[in-house]
């Protein structure tokens, strides 16, 4: 390589590459931010690998790309290449990258002279899109990955790209001295080599970010590699006949994986053989856009074993991050956005109100969406606008999956004596503060919201509620619900939200964007609105819970209430308040026990009662119901898989069986 001519002031770095007569040589300069502003990019505010692609997707969607494509070399794991269509970076775009970290010049007055900005709304993309970066730290996120990579970049219309290749450098802020530490993240700063180079092709535009060498500690989390292990060591001890530590260790092999390499190679000397091979939810040949469904196809079909499935048993690290990668990104939903279901979908929806009440009910007919309902019924004729992308869509692909968003909005029935339908609230929010101070205002509030109640929420990590701002969302789903207090747990964890937050909010956001100042004003406002929302919606289901409990009532009046009944009832209230108690099948056939389940019942084989006559055995049923339904007044059952729940279930009963005898 050329020797290079050492730049380190951005005015002059800016010049050098935009001099047409510097094409094929090469220039070196520093990077530069803050100290501390360096520090936090690497000292572990983004807390998984996902979180570094995460950024780099929301750097692609600012650029008004179309097109992302990831590879990660799974299960490798050695490289990852991240590829977009956008708009790319021009010589003057990349310097003030590079000499300023941390002062990013999105929504702000640069921007519109580097092209990065709308010219008539600082706030947005030349598109049109909501700007989702803000900092000027998102590239350097990668640097959890890896401390080399490059970046080719070009702007359409351009004679010439560049290509920057970064080596960071770790050092600890004790004192002077710099140490070379691949795998420490106590500081950051850095060497950058920048050629540019001649290009034909005028139309071409884009960045390309290539890592070629991740870290062993990233390589390892992406390959479960601690997990696989462990899977390993439990399997070696039942073979020995160990059962002490077979039965002390509780992990178990994800049931869908990327497969997993338990010797890693040099690949350019071996090639590293599979010591499990992949089984992942979709075939060789489905297309890209349907993967993500099978995804979430196979988490829902852990229904069968547990009550509420988990993505951490079902799925291994790899594909755990391309759930999250399509929860956070702006990508469309699996099957549609919640504004856009309609009567066919069985969901009853509701405007959230200002006042307090039990929200205002929608009319769907046809193929109306919630959304045109909204317009039409609604006073003031609202519009809903999240959802609608203004440059046209966004397509992440990685490894052959299309990201969407891993949220389905289908009533599963929770009890067989529960509502048929699921039920949607949905409101916008969007404060008059000109009464208050500039200072405490903290800037314009605007979002849309949906609240979603169906019977079991599938998987137990979408109860809750995520914030998207302009779009993305860095966290996962809350499931305190903002700190909710009041003592609603079992109808809490039947709710999906999501707030889509339009303006505001995100000066609320941490640096690492995964978490909140709760002590900001827009998330108090946003907090005290929700809250009246979740009243809302928890006020309509107690008045549908009523009007069934009407219904039932003559059905139920001359049931047998024994003893037994009434303490069971006592013990449910106090636990659960009005919420009515499960239903509970003894079946004959895991075929009949899993029919039950779909109809919203606990499941529970009759085999647990002993051998007796008809009205013994009646007896003992009648305890197996009662036991069932106080084990779950106290969630005992909760997170349990079926067959835990038969044999907890069993050894209790058999103690009453052996007492009795």
Known sequence: MTEAVLVNDGKQLDAWLGDPANEG???????EASDRVIARVTDGIYRQPASALRELISNAWDADASNVTILTDAPRFSRVYVRDDGRGMSHATLTRLLKNIGGSAKRRAEGIDLGITSDTDIDRTPGGRPLIGKIGIGLFSISQLSRRFQIITKV????????????????????????EAEDSDDYISGDVLVRREHSDDLDAHGTDIILDDLKPLVRDILRSAERWQAVSERQAALAAGDLDTWT?????EPTYHSGYIERLKDPSKEAALLSRKPNLPWNAEDPAGIRMSKLMDAVESEFTRLDRPDLANTLDTYLEMIWSLGLSAPVPYVDKHPFDLKAADNVA????????????????????????????????SPELQAGIDPAGGFDVVIDGVQLKRPIRFKYHKADARSLDHAIMFVGHYEPDLTKVSLAQRGGELSLDAYLFWTGRVIPKENNGVLVRIRGASGALFDQTFFKYQVSEQTRLRQITAELFVERGLDAALNIDRESFNFAHPHL?????????????????????????????KDAEADAERTQLTKRVEDVWRSRKGSEPLP????????????QARNLGSI????????????????????QILALTRILTAYDILE??????????????????????Q
């Open 349 to 380: 929806p509701y405007w959230i109100a200002k006042e307090r009440g039990r929200g205002q009910p929608l009319k769907l007919s046809g193929e109306k969406t919630i959304r045109e309902a909204v317009r039409e019924q609604v006073s003031g």
């Open 25 to 31: 040589l090469v220039v070196q300069t520093r990077l």
């Open 583 to 594: 239903t509970v099948s003894l079946v004959d056939s895991p075929l009949q026990a899993s």
């Open 248 to 252: 002390s260790m509780r992990v178990e």
């Open 156 to 179: 359409k219309g351009e004679s010439y790209r560049l290509l920057a290749e970064i080596k960071l450098r770790a050092y600890s802020e004790q004192g002077d001295n710099q140490v």
């Open 524 to 552: 108090q406002l946003v907090t005290l609105w929700f809250h009246g929302a979740i009243r809302q919606l928890t006020n309509r289901l107690k008045d549908e819970a009523a009007q069934l409990r009407e219904v039932r």
């Open 639 to 660: 997170g349990r898989t079926y067959e835990e729940q038969q044999e907890l279930i069993e050894a209790i009963f058999a103690v009453f069986v052996s007492s009795d």
């Open 603 to 622: 499941a529970i084989m009759k085999s647990v009662a002993p051998t007796a006559k008809p009205a013994e055995r009646s007896a003992w049923e009648r």
